[in-house]
C-alpha cells in the first residue's frame, strides 16, 4: 500500500472512531436513570453531589464527552457504577472469554462448512449438495438462544459428555485442552449461525469459480481434484465470504452475549447484560465502544485479508 | 523424502500415427434437444507434424479437441468413437490415466491466456506445479526448469517474472506463459486452442512462431484449432476444415491453397485476411449463420448457405471422398474446381440463388 492510501486510511478510522464513541456516549446518556444515583444507593445527597462531580454530570455535553473520551484513551476506562471498581480491571478478565469464544467459533464454522461448500460446488445439485444446503438451511432457522440451551441440556444433561454450565476454565494458556473442552459447547452455539451463511456463499462462488478458464487449464494439467480445489479453488472463491464475515462480527457479538448467558461464561457479553440489569451505564458505554472498535477492526483486518489472497487488489491500492 | 512420479509412460505404435482419431462423436444433451457438436470426425496426426484445425465459430473446434484429449466434463455429454493415442485408448483410459498423460504427455494451450491462469497464484507456481507433480521434481530443479522454460518461450528477467502474478502481464506474455506451462512437462501432442485470437497480428505472429519452434525442438505433433485459414499458411502439414461438427475438406495444406474443393473451404480461403494486404482491404465474409447443431438441416449442412448447391446436396449427405492429390479428402457433391462445380455455380448465378451471387 503507498503512504497515501495509508493516511487516509488511518484518517477514515479516526474519523469513524470519534463517530462512534460519540454517538455512544450521546444515546446512553439519553437513557433514563442517574449513575451517581445508582453508585450511591440509599447514601445520601452528600455521595451524590460528590459522585457527579467525578462523572462530570453537572457539566454540558460536550465537556462530558471529553471527560469521558479522556478516560478511554488512559486506558482506565473510569470506574463502573456497581460496584464501584475500576472498568479497566473487569475488562481484562473478561475479553479474553469473548474473543476466544468468537475466535473458536469461526474455526468451527469455517472446518465444517468450507469442505461441506466445496464438496457441493464439486457435484452440484446432487444428492450430496441437496442434502448439506438443507441441513445447514436447516439451521439457519435455529437461532442461538434456542440451540445453546438444547446443546446445554443434551450434552452437559443426557449425555454428559461436557462440562455442565459453570464449570471451572483455566485459560487457554495453561491448560488449553481443559480450555478447549469447556469452550466447545458454546462456541458450536455461535458456529451453527455462521455454518449455513458460509456454506451457502463458499459453495455459490465455488460453482462460479469451477466454470473458469484457469480450472479448466488445471485439469488439462492432470492435477487431481483435491489439488485443484485447494490449490486453485479455493482461495478466488473466498471474496464474498470474507466480505460478509466482516459484516458478520454484528450477529457474533449477539451470539456471545447469549452464549455466554446460557453456559455461564463471564466473556463481554456476560458482561454487558450484567451492566444493562444493574444500570451501571459506564460499564455499558465501554463495551459498547469495544464491540464497535472491534468491528471496525475486523473489517481493516478483512481489507487487509483481500490483498493478501488477490493480488489484483494489491496492484488497484498501490495506483 | 522420494517423491512419486505421477506420468503414464506411453509406447509409440510402430508404423502408427501418434494420435488416431476414428469417428468421434461429441453431443450434449440439453433442455433444447441434442446438440451435435462434433458429428463423426476422423483423422491421425503422426510425430513431429502439425495439423490445422479450421472453421468458424460454432463449428465444434473446442469440443473436438478437448473431446481427443477427454477433457470435456462426463455431465451431459454423449462420446463415441475411438481416440488412440500411442498405445492408449483415450476413450477408455481411466480418470487415473488421463491424468497421468495430461499435462506430460498432451497439453493444451487456451484460447484465452488472461482467464487460463490463475489470477491468484504466481507465474513461477503455474509451471512448477506440474514439474512437482508430474515429474516429482525437487523445489530448486523445479525452480531452475521453470526459469529455462520462461527463457525458452522469449519472456524477458525470468528469475524475477517467477514471481508476478498473470496480471501483470500482457496478453502475447500471458499466452508465453500458458505455452511454457503446456511444454514443462514435455509432452508428445499438444493442442492449441485459438491460441492468438484477441492479440494483436504482430504478436499473434510472434506466438505462433515460438510454437513453431518449440515443435521443431521437441519433436512434438501440434494440433492447432483457429477460425482462421490465413494462420495456418505455411505453418502446418495438414488442415482438416471443420463445419457444423464434421470434417468437410482434409488435405496437406498447400493442396488445400492451391486445389480446393469444397466450397466451405472456398468461402473460408477468401475470408482468411493475408499479412501480405493492405489492412484496409475489405474481407469477403461468408453470408448467413452455421447451422444449430441441435437442429441440423438434411443433407449437406452448408447448403443453405452454399453458392453451388443443387436439389441433391438439400437431400443427401456428401461423403468424404479422396481427391486426384493424395492424402485430400472432401465432402461435396459439387466440388470447386470440376465441371460439375462449376456448371452447378453458374446455373445458380444464372437463377439468381442469393448465395451464388457474391461470388466473382
Ligand atoms: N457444454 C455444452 N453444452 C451444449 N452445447 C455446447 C456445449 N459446448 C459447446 N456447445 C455447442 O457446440 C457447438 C460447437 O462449439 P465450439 O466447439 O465451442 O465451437 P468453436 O470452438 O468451433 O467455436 C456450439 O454450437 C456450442 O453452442
Ligand atoms: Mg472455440
Not at chain 1, 442461538?144 to 446445554?152: E, K, Q, S, T
Not at chain 2, 460454432?58 to 484429449?69: A, F, I, N, Q, W
Not at chain 2, 485470437?197 to 510454437?211: E, F, H, N, R, Y
Not at chain 2, 493492405?278 to 465474409?285: I, K
Request: hydrophobic residues 45%; positive net charge; contains cysteine.
Amino acid at each position: 500500500m503507498s503512504k497515501l492510501v495509508v493516511v487516509r486510511r488511518v484518517l477514515e478510522i479516526i474519523v469513524t472512531l470519534v463517530l462512534v464513541t460519540l454517538v455512544t456516549f450521546f444515546f446512553t446518556s439519553k437513557l433514563p436513570g442517574n449513575e451517581a444515583a445508582v453508585i450511591c444507593g440509599p447514601a445520601g445527597p452528600a455521595c451524590l453531589a460528590k459522585e457527579g462531580a467525578l462523572l462530570y454530570l453537572n457539566h454540558p455535553f460536550f465537556p462530558r464527552y471529553l471527560h469521558w473520551l479522556g478516560n478511554l484513551f488512559s486506558g482506565t476506562f473510569g470506574l463502573s457504577a456497581a460496584p464501584t471498581e475500576p472498568i479497566a480491571t473487569l475488562l481484562k478478565q473478561s475479553y479474553p472469554i469473548t474473543l476466544e469464544l468468537v475466535i473458536f467459533s469461526q474455526l468451527i464454522a469455517i472446518v465444517v462448512a468450507v469442505p461441506l461448500a466445496m464438496y457441493s460446488a464439486v457435484r452440484p445439485n446432487k444428492v450430496f449438495d441437496r442434502m448439506s444446503t438443507a441441513a445447514t438451511f436447516a439451521t439457519l432457522s435455529l437461532p442461538a438462544f434456542i440451540v445453546g440451551p438444547l446443546l446445554r441440556y443434551f450434552f452437559t444433561v443426557k449425555l454428559p459428555w461436557f462440562p455442565g454450565a459453570g464449570s471451572t476454565m483455566p485459560s487457554i494458556g495453561v491448560n488449553p485442552a481443559q480450555n478447549l473442552y469447556v469452550m466447545f459447547l458454546p462456541s458450536l452455539t455461535i458456529a451453527v449461525g455462521s455454518i449455513a451463511v458460509y456454506q451457502r456463499l463458499l459453495r455459490a462462488d465455488m460453482i462460479a469459480t469451477l466454470e473458469e478458464d484457469f480450472i479448466v487449464m488445471a485439469r488439462a494439467k492432470g492435477l487431481t481434484t483435491w489439488r485443484i480445489l485447494f490449490r486453485h479453488a479455493l482461495r478466488p472463491s473466498t471474496f464474498t465470504v470474507m466480505t460478509v464475515g466482516g459484516v458478520q462480527i454484528g450477529s457474533l457479538i449477539v451470539g456471545a452475549i447469549i452464549g455466554e448467558q446460557v453456559f455461564g461464561l463471564t466473556g463481554l457479553g456476560y458482561q454487558l447484560v450484567l451492566a444493562v440489569t444493574k444500570a451501571d451505564l459506564p460499564t455499558v458505554q465501554i463495551i459498547t465502544v469495544i464491540v464497535a472498535v472491534a468491528y471496525i477492526l475486523m473489517n481493516l483486518i478483512i481489507d487487509f485479508l483481500y490483498t493478501v489472497i488477490d493480488p489484483r487488489v494489491r496492484r488497484a491500492r498501490t495506483t | 523424502m522420494s517423491r512419486k512420479r505421477h506420468v503414464r509412460d506411453i509406447d509409440d505404435l510402430e508404423d502408427r500415427p501418434l494420435l488416431e482419431v476414428e469417428n468421434l462423436k461429441t453431443y450434449f444433451q440439453t433442455g433444447h434437444g441434442i446438440v451435435k457438436s462434433v458429428d463423426g470426425v476422423s483423422f491421425d496426426l503422426e510425430r513431429g507434424r502439425t495439423l490445422a484445425i479450421v472453421g468458424e465459430s460454432g463449428s465444434g473446434k473446442t469440443v473436438l479437441s478437448r473431446s481427443v484429449m477427454g477433457l470435456l466434463p462426463p455431465q451431459n455429454v454423449i462420446r463415441e468413437g475411438r481416440v488412440r493415442f500411442g498405445d492408449v485408448d483415450l476413450t477408455n483410459a481411466s480418470p487415473q490415466e488421463l491424468r497421468g498423460l495430461w499435462g506430460a504427455q498432451i497439453s493444451m494451450v487456451f484460447q484465452d491466456p488472461v482467464t487460463s491462469l490463475n489470477p491468484v497464484v504466481r507465474a513461477g507456481r503455474q509451471i512448477t506445479e506440474s514439474l512437482r507433480y508430474h515429474l516429482a521434481m525437487s523445489r530448486q530443479d523445479a525452480k531452475e526448469t521453470a526459469i529455462s522454460l520462461f527463457r525458452s518461450v522469449g519472456i524477458p528477467e525470468p528469475e524475477n517474472r517467477m514471481q508476478w502474478y498473470p496480471h501483470q502481464f500482457s496478453g502475447g506474455m500471458c499466452q508465453r506463459i500458458v505455452i511454457a506451462a503446456a511444454i514443462a512437462c514435455g509432452p508428445k501432442l499438444l493442442l492449441a486452442d485459438e491460441p492468438t485470437t484477441g492479440l494483436d497480428v504482430t504478436v499473434s505472429a510472434q506466438i505462433l512462431d515460438l510454437l513453431n519452434r518449440l515443435q521443431q525442438e521437441r519433436y512434438m505433433s501440434v494440433i492447432i484449432v483457429t477460425h482462421d485459414l490465413g494462420v495456418v499458411t505455411g505453418r502446418s502439414d495438414d488442415v482438416i476444415v471443420m463445419y457444423a461438427g464434421q470434417v468437410v475438406e482434409r488435405a496437406p495444406t498447400t493442396t488445400l491453397f492451391r486445389d480446393a474443393r469444397m466450397p466451405y473451404t472456398e468461402a473460408l480461403l477468401k475470408s482468411a485476411p493475408r499479412l501480405s494486404n493492405p489492412s484496409h482491404t475489405r474481407l469477403h465474409t461468408i453470408p448467413g449463420n452455421p447451422p444449430n447443431p441441435a437442429n441440423l438441416p438434411k443433407g449437406c449442412r452448408f447448403a443453405p448457405r452454399c453458392p453451388y448447391v443443387q436439389p441433391k446436396c438439400r437431400e443427401e449427405e456428401p461423403p468424404l471422398r479422396q481427391a486426384e492429390a493424395p492424402r485430400h479428402w472432401y465432402a461435396c457433391w459439387y466440388p470447386v474446381g470440376t465441371p460439375e462445380g462449376v456448371r452447378a455455380l453458374e446455373e445458380n448465378q444464372a437463377a439468381g440463388v442469393p448465395a451464388a451471387m457474391g461470388v466473382v
